[in-house]
C-alpha cells in the first residue's frame, strides 16, 4: 500500500484492548484463625438455636399432632413348672423313733404337768385311726349321700364349664362338581391363661389346621374372633388368643381360666373327670377314675406321665381331665392305645414349660432324640452318666448334627446333664434356630470317647 507521494506504508497493527487483574493478597494466619472461629461461633449459636426450637416445638407437636394411641407391650403368661419330687409324710414307726426333746428347767416350770396316765386307763384308749376305720365301717351310707356326692361334683364341672368353649373351625373346599362349599368343625377350648389383654385357649391342633377362619363361642353364647398363637405338632394340641376388648362385659365377667393343676399328685384310684367334648358334643361331661398312671414314657426330647382313666373321652374333638378340686391335670390323646372305656391322657406337669411358650406365641424348640437316663445299674456296668439316646429320629436336628444311636448326651451347652429331667429342661429352654454346643460319650473299642457337636435346634 502507498500514500500519495507513492512512497510505500506499513499496515496498521492492531494493539489489543489492556486487561488489568487484580490479585488479592494471601491470607495470613492470623485472619484464617478468625474466619474459622467465626464459622465455629455461627455454628455454635445455630446449633444453640435449633435444640431450642426442638426443645420447645417438641412437646407441643407430641401433645396435638402425634396420636397417643401407641399399643402397650403385651403382657407375657407366666406357667410355674411342678416339681415329681412329693415329700412323703413321716410314718408312723419314725415319729415314734424320733428324739425327744429335753426341756430346759426354765419350760419345765412353765410347762403345765399332765396327771399320769393309770394303768387302766393305757389298757383302754384306742389309736386315733383305729377309732375312725371303726366309725366308717359302723356307718350305713344311704342313697342322699350318694347324691350329695354327685352334687359335689356337678358344682366342679359347672365352674369347669364356664372356661369351655367351641372352636368353630372354617374351610373353604370344593365338592365333586367344582362348586365351592364352607365346612365349619366344632371343637373344644378351654380358658388356661388369661392376661389384660387377652385369654389363651388350649384346643386340639386339628381345629385350627388348615382353617380359612376361627371363631370362638363362649359358654353365654356370645362369639368372637381367635388367633393362632402357636401349634404343638408332637402333641398335636395348639393355643389360640382371643382380644378381651372383643367380649361384652357379661362374657368378661363369667369367662375365667382353669386352674392348672399338678398331674405328679395323681394315684391310681383318684376320681376325675372329663369335660370339653367327652361325648363328642361340646360343653358334656362324664365322672370317672384313674385306673393306672404309667410314669416316664419316652416321648421326643423327654419323658411323660400318662393317665389311664375309666371314662368317656373323644381325643379328637377335646377332652380334658380335671381333678375333684377343679383342675386341669392332663388332656386326652389318640397317640397311646388303650382298653375298651379306658382313655389315655398326657399330664399336664410335663408340658408347662411348652404351654407358656405356646401362650406367648414363641417357637418350640426340637432337639429330635428319643432318650432314657442313664441307671445306676448301667453307670455299674461302666456306663457314664448322662442321657442315652435310643433313637436319634431321621432328619432331626440331633441326627443331622451327627448325635448316633448309642451316644450318652453328658452336656447341653454349659449344663451338665445327668437326668433325662434336666436335659429336657434344658432342650426346652433352647432357642429356635440358635446352634447349641453337644458333648456326648461314645463308646469306643475299648472305652468311651468324648465327642462335641454343634446342633441347629429346629422346631417342633
Given at each position: 500500500?502507498s500514500?500519495?507521494n507513492?512512497?510505500?506504508?506499513e499496515?496498521?497493527k492492531?494493539?489489543?484492548?489492556i486487561?488489568e487483574k487484580?490479585?488479592?493478597p494471601?491470607?495470613t494466619?492470623?485472619?484464617?484463625?478468625l474466619?474459622?472461629?467465626?464459622y465455629?461461633f455461627?455454628a455454635v449459636?445455630?446449633?444453640?438455636?435449633a435444640g431450642?426450637s426442638f426443645?420447645v416445638a417438641?412437646?407441643?407437636?407430641?401433645?396435638y399432632?402425634i396420636?397417643?394411641?401407641a399399643?402397650?407391650t403385651a403382657?407375657?403368661?407366666?406357667?410355674?413348672?411342678?416339681?415329681?419330687v412329693i415329700?412323703?409324710?413321716?410314718?408312723q414307726?419314725?415319729?415314734?423313733?424320733?428324739?425327744?426333746?429335753?426341756?430346759t428347767?426354765?419350760?419345765?416350770?412353765?410347762?403345765?404337768?399332765?396327771p399320769p396316765t393309770t394303768?387302766?386307763?393305757?389298757?383302754?384308749?384306742?389309736?386315733i385311726?383305729?377309732?375312725l376305720?371303726s366309725?366308717i365301717?359302723?356307718?350305713?351310707?344311704?342313697?342322699?349321700d350318694l347324691n350329695?356326692m354327685?352334687?359335689s361334683?356337678r358344682g366342679?364341672?359347672t365352674a369347669a364349664d364356664?372356661?369351655i368353649v367351641?372352636?368353630h373351625?372354617?374351610?373353604?373346599?370344593?365338592?365333586?362338581?367344582?362348586n365351592p362349599?364352607?365346612?365349619a368343625?366344632?371343637?373344644?377350648g378351654?380358658v388356661?391363661?388369661a392376661t389384660?389383654q387377652?385369654?389363651m385357649?388350649l384346643?386340639?391342633?386339628?381345629?385350627?389346621?388348615?382353617?380359612d377362619?376361627?371363631?370362638v363361642?363362649?359358654?353365654?353364647?356370645n362369639?368372637?374372633?381367635?388367633t393362632v398363637?402357636?401349634i404343638?405338632?408332637?402333641?398335636?394340641?395348639?393355643?389360640?388368643?382371643?382380644e378381651l376388648e372383643?367380649?361384652?362385659e357379661t362374657?368378661k365377667?363369667?369367662i375365667?381360666?382353669?386352674p392348672l393343676g399338678n398331674?405328679y399328685?395323681?394315684?391310681?384310684?383318684d376320681v376325675v373327670i372329663?369335660?370339653?367334648?367327652?361325648?363328642?358334643?361340646?360343653?358334656s361331661?362324664?365322672?370317672?377314675?384313674?385306673?393306672?398312671v404309667?410314669?416316664?414314657?419316652?416321648v421326643p426330647?423327654?419323658?411323660?406321665?400318662?393317665?389311664?382313666?375309666?371314662?368317656?373321652?373323644d381325643?379328637?374333638?377335646?377332652t380334658?381331665?380335671?381333678n375333684?378340686?377343679?383342675e386341669?391335670v392332663?388332656?386326652?390323646?389318640?397317640?397311646?392305645?388303650?382298653?375298651?372305656g379306658?382313655?389315655v391322657?398326657r399330664?399336664?406337669s410335663?408340658?408347662?414349660?411348652?404351654?407358656?411358650k405356646m401362650s406367648?406365641g414363641?417357637?418350640?424348640?426340637?432337639?429330635?432324640?428319643?432318650?432314657?437316663?442313664?441307671?445306676e445299674?448301667?453307670?455299674?456296668?461302666?456306663?457314664?452318666?448322662?442321657?442315652y439316646?435310643?433313637?436319634a429320629?431321621?432328619?432331626?436336628?440331633a441326627y443331622e448334627?451327627g448325635?448316633?444311636?448309642?451316644?450318652?448326651i453328658v452336656?447341653?451347652?454349659?449344663?451338665?446333664?445327668?437326668?433325662i429331667?434336666?436335659?429336657?429342661?434344658?432342650v426346652?429352654?433352647?432357642?429356635?434356630?440358635?446352634?447349641v454346643?453337644v458333648?456326648?460319650?461314645?463308646?469306643?473299642a475299648?472305652?468311651?470317647?468324648?465327642l462335641?457337636y454343634?446342633v441347629n435346634?429346629?422346631?417342633?
Amino acid at each position: 500500500m502507498s500514500d500519495k507521494n507513492g512512497s510505500a506504508q506499513e499496515p496498521e497493527k492492531k494493539r489489543p484492548f489492556i486487561r488489568e487483574k487484580v490479585a488479592k493478597p494471601p491470607r495470613t494466619k492470623r485472619q484464617m484463625a478468625l474466619r474459622l472461629l467465626a464459622y465455629v461461633f455461627l455454628a455454635v449459636i445455630a446449633g444453640v438455636a435449633a435444640g431450642t426450637s426442638f426443645a420447645v416445638a417438641g412437646p407441643l407437636a407430641e401433645r396435638y399432632l402425634i396420636p397417643t394411641t401407641a399399643a402397650p407391650t403385651a403382657p407375657t403368661v407366666t406357667i410355674p413348672t411342678d416339681t415329681d419330687v412329693i415329700p412323703e409324710p413321716p410314718s408312723q414307726s419314725e415319729t415314734a423313733l424320733a428324739p425327744e426333746t429335753t426341756p430346759t428347767s426354765e419350760t419345765a416350770t412353765e410347762a403345765p404337768t399332765e396327771p399320769p396316765t393309770t394303768e387302766e386307763e393305757t389298757e383302754t384308749t384306742e389309736p386315733i385311726e383305729d377309732i375312725l376305720q371303726s366309725a366308717i365301717e359302723q356307718y350305713n351310707y344311704t342313697v342322699d349321700d350318694l347324691n350329695s356326692m354327685y352334687t359335689s361334683l356337678r358344682g366342679v364341672v359347672t365352674a369347669a364349664d364356664n372356661g369351655i368353649v367351641t372352636i368353630h373351625s372354617v374351610r373353604q373346599e370344593l365338592d365333586w362338581f367344582d362348586n365351592p362349599i364352607e365346612t365349619a368343625g366344632l371343637y373344644a377350648g378351654m380358658v388356661i391363661a388369661a392376661t389384660e389383654q387377652e385369654l389363651m385357649i388350649l384346643t386340639p391342633a386339628e381345629a385350627v389346621e388348615n382353617a380359612d377362619a376361627l371363631r370362638v363361642t363362649f359358654a353365654d353364647g356370645n362369639e368372637a374372633e381367635c388367633t393362632v398363637q402357636q401349634i404343638d405338632s408332637l402333641t398335636g394340641m395348639a393355643v389360640v388368643s382371643v382380644e378381651l376388648e372383643a367380649l361384652e362385659e357379661t362374657t368378661k365377667t363369667r369367662i375365667a381360666a382353669l386352674p392348672l393343676g399338678n398331674s405328679y399328685l395323681v394315684r391310681q384310684g383318684d376320681v376325675v373327670i372329663a369335660v370339653g367334648a367327652p361325648t363328642g358334643a361340646v360343653h358334656s361331661s362324664a365322672y370317672g377314675v384313674i385306673s393306672n398312671v404309667v410314669r416316664s414314657v419316652q416321648v421326643p426330647d423327654g419323658v411323660t406321665r400318662l393317665l389311664y382313666a375309666n371314662v368317656a373321652a373323644d381325643a379328637a374333638s377335646g377332652t380334658f381331665l380335671i381333678n375333684t378340686a377343679g383342675e386341669l391335670v392332663g388332656w386326652v390323646t389318640d397317640d397311646y392305645e388303650s382298653g375298651s372305656g379306658i382313655a389315655v391322657a398326657r399330664g399336664i406337669s410335663d408340658y408347662k414349660t411348652i404351654l407358656e411358650k405356646m401362650s406367648n406365641g414363641r417357637p418350640l424348640p426340637y432337639f429330635g432324640v428319643m432318650a432314657q437316663e442313664v441307671s445306676e445299674a448301667m453307670q455299674e456296668s461302666g456306663m457314664p452318666a448322662g442321657v442315652y439316646v435310643s433313637e436319634a429320629r431321621i432328619n432331626g436336628p440331633a441326627y443331622e448334627a451327627g448325635i448316633q444311636n448309642g451316644d450318652i448326651i453328658v452336656r447341653i451347652g454349659e449344663a451338665e446333664v445327668t437326668k433325662i429331667s434336666e436335659f429336657q429342661m434344658q432342650v426346652y429352654g433352647l432357642n429356635v434356630g440358635e446352634p447349641v454346643t453337644v458333648v456326648v460319650q461314645r463308646k469306643g473299642a475299648d472305652e468311651y470317647i468324648e465327642l462335641e457337636y454343634q446342633v441347629n435346634v429346629g422346631a417342633r
